[in-house]
C-alpha cells in the first residue's frame, strides 16, 4: 500500500507514522466487513482500499474547508455561527502574522489583562461596571457559578435547565461547579417565594437563563430580571441573566420584538449578564460577562480564569465587532446586514438566480417560493424571517444527490433539502459568493440531470 505511486507521494517523514495507520485501519475494517459475511467480491477490492486510503490521507491534510451557507440559518453553529466582516479578517491577518501588545501596556511597558479594550469597549457599550471575556457563554456561566457558589449553591428554576447544542445539559454544567444546584419551582411555574426559599436553604448565587431555543406557553409563571435582582440586593446574594443571544442594540426596526438588549437589561439592577459574542453580536466565539465591578473582580480573581481565557485572534476580532458598534457601523457586521436584509433585496438576487437556473439539466424545475429564514444560535426560537427561495425540483432522488454533490466542492454549498427539491436562501449568501454558487448549481444540475 504505501509503495502506491498516490499514497508515496504523500508520505513526509511526520506523517508515515499516521498514513501507516491509516492503512491498517482499512485493512482492518474490509477484513470485518469480509468476517462478517458481507459479499464484497474479490474484484477491485485492492483498489477500493487504496482508493479509501488516499482519499483519507488528503481529507487529513485538507484541514477547515470553506463552505457557502445556503440554509438561510445566519448563525449555523454546525457552520461555525457569525461570519466575520472586512475589517476583522484584515486585523486577524495582521494580528496572525506578527507579535502584539497582547498583554503589554505599551506607554507604561507594563503586563495588563489581555482582554482590557474589548471588556472596556463592551462596558461603555453596555453602561456595564466592568465586563470580562473568556472562550465561551457556557464557561462564563461556569466561572460565574464555580466563584460564587463553587462552596455554596446556585440556585435555578427548572422550566430554565436547558439542553444546549452537541446534547450538553445546563445542569451537567452547573453540578460541575457549584456545591449545590438547588432546582426550584416547576417547568412551568415559578414564583419569587421559591428563590425566596433557595436563599433560606444556602442559595449563594441566583441564576436566570434564557430559554434561548424553546418557548414554554399557556399556563405560565416566571419572575421578572427586576423582581430578581430586588430580591437579590435585598438578600445579599447575587444574580446573574444568562442572556446568551449578544443583543447590543434593539432589533424592533428588523422586525423582532420580544428580545431587550444588553444595556436595556442591565437596568433591572441584575449583577451580571452573560452572552456570547458569535451570535447576534456578529464577533468570534467569547463568552462576555457584564455587571458589577466587584463581581467582575471577583471573576478574574478566580484561577479558572486563566483556563478560560481567549487567545490573541479571538480578542483582535471581537475586539473590532465591538468597535463596529462604538463607530456606529454596525452595517459592517455581516451577521447584522443578513438579519436586517429587506425581503425585496433577497427577491431579487433569488430571481437573478433563478433566472441563471433556468434551462439547466433536463428535468430539473426551477421556481421561486415564499418561505422562512432563521437567526439560529437559539437566538430567536420563535421569531423567522420572511425570505424567498430558489427551488430545484428534482425527481428520482435527484435532490439527495444534487445535495451531496455540492457538499464535495470546494468551496461546499450546503442548502435545505425538502422532499424532491433542494432550496436556496439568498439571505446569508454574500455578494462575493453569488458567481460561484450560480456556476456551482449549473455544474451540479448538469450532472446530476446527466446521470438520471
Not at 458481507?38 to 488516499?54: H, K, P, Q, T
Request: with cysteine; hydrophobic share 40%.
Amino acid at each position: 500500500m504505501l509503495e502506491d505511486k498516490r499514497i508515496a507521494a504523500r508520505l513526509s517523514p511526520a506523517s508515515r507514522r499516521g498514513v501507516t495507520r491509516i492503512v491498517r485501519e482499512k485493512v482492518d475494517l474490509y477484513r470485518e466487513r469480509l468476517a462478517g459475511g458481507e459479499n464484497i467480491g474479490a474484484e477491485g477490492l485492492l483498489e477500493s482500499i487504496r482508493d479509501e486510503v488516499f482519499r483519507e490521507i488528503e481529507a487529513v491534510g485538507r484541514g477547515t474547508m470553506r463552505v457557502i451557507n445556503a440554509t438561510g440559518v445566519v448563525l449555523h453553529t454546525n457552520l461555525g455561527r457569525a461570519v466575520l466582516g472586512d475589517r476583522a479578517n484584515e486585523v486577524l491577518s495582521m494580528v496572525a502574522s506578527g507579535y502584539t501588545d497582547l498583554e503589554t501596556d505599551l506607554p507604561t511597558g507594563e503586563r495588563v489583562h489581555r482582554d482590557r479594550r474589548a471588556a472596556r469597549l463592551v462596558s461603555l457599550l453596555t453602561g456595564a461596571e466592568s465586563a470580562i471575556v473568556v472562550n465561551n457563554t457556557a464557561a462564563a456561566v461556569l466561572l460565574a457559578v464555580d466563584t460564587f457558589a463553587g462552596r455554596g449553591a446556585v440556585a435555578v428554576s427548572r422550566g430554565e435547565l436547558v439542553e444546549i447544542g452537541g446534547s450538553f445539559r445546563l445542569p451537567e454544567i452547573l453540578r460541575s461547579a457549584a456545591g449545590a444546584v438547588i432546582e426550584i419551582g416547576t417547568t412551568n411555574r415559578t414564583r419569587i417565594g421559591d428563590y425566596e426559599a433557595a436563599i433560606d436553604q444556602g442559595a449563594t448565587l441566583l441564576l436566570k437563563v434564557h430559554t434561548s431555543n424553546f418557548r414554554i406557553v399557556g399556563y405560565t409563571e416566571t419572575v421578572s430580571l427586576a423582581e430578581l435582582a430586588r430580591l437579590g440586593k435585598n438578600r445579599n446574594v447575587p444574580v446573574m441573566y444568562d442572556q446568551g443571544n449578544g443583543i447590543l442594540l434593539p432589533l424592533d426596526r428588523a422586525g423582532l420584538e420580544g428580545e431587550e438588549d444588553v444595556a436595556s437589561l442591565l437596568e433591572s439592577g441584575v449583577d451580571m449578564i452573560s452572552f456570547s459574542g458569535d451570535k447576534v453580536l456578529g464577533g468570534p466565539q467569547a463568552g462576555i460577562t457584564v455587571g458589577a465591578a466587584s463581581c467582575i473582580d471577583r471573576m478574574r480573581g478566580n484561577h479558572l480564569s486563566r483556563a478560560l481565557r481567549v487567545d490573541k485572534l479571538t480578542l483582535a476580532c471581537l475586539e473590532v465587532a465591538l468597535g463596529e458598534y462604538w463607530d456606529g457601523s454596525s452595517s459592517g457586521i455581516p451577521a447584522l446586514r443578513m438579519i436586517k436584509e429587506p425581503l425585496e433585496d433577497i427577491r431579487k438576487r433569488a430571481s437573478k438566480l433563478a433566472g441563471a437556473l433556468k434551462g439547466a439539466g433536463a428535468g430539473a424545475e426551477i421556481s421561486l417560493e415564499e418561505g422562512e429564514s432563521s437567526i439560529g444560535g437559539g437566538s430567536f426560537p420563535v421569531d423567522p424571517l420572511p425570505t424567498v427561495l430558489v427551488s430545484i425540483g428534482l425527481d428520482g432522488g435527484g435532490a439527495v444527490k444534487l445535495s451531496a454533490y455540492l457538499r464535495s466542492l470546494d468551496p461546499a454549498v450546503l442548502a435545505r433539502v425538502r422532499d424532491r427539491s433542494v432550496s436556496i436562501d439568498m439571505r446569508t449568501v454574500s455578494g462575493h459568493e453569488e458567481d460561484i454558487l450560480t456556476q456551482s448549481l449549473l455544474a451540479g444540475i448538469e450532472t446530476i440531470s446527466g446521470r438520471e
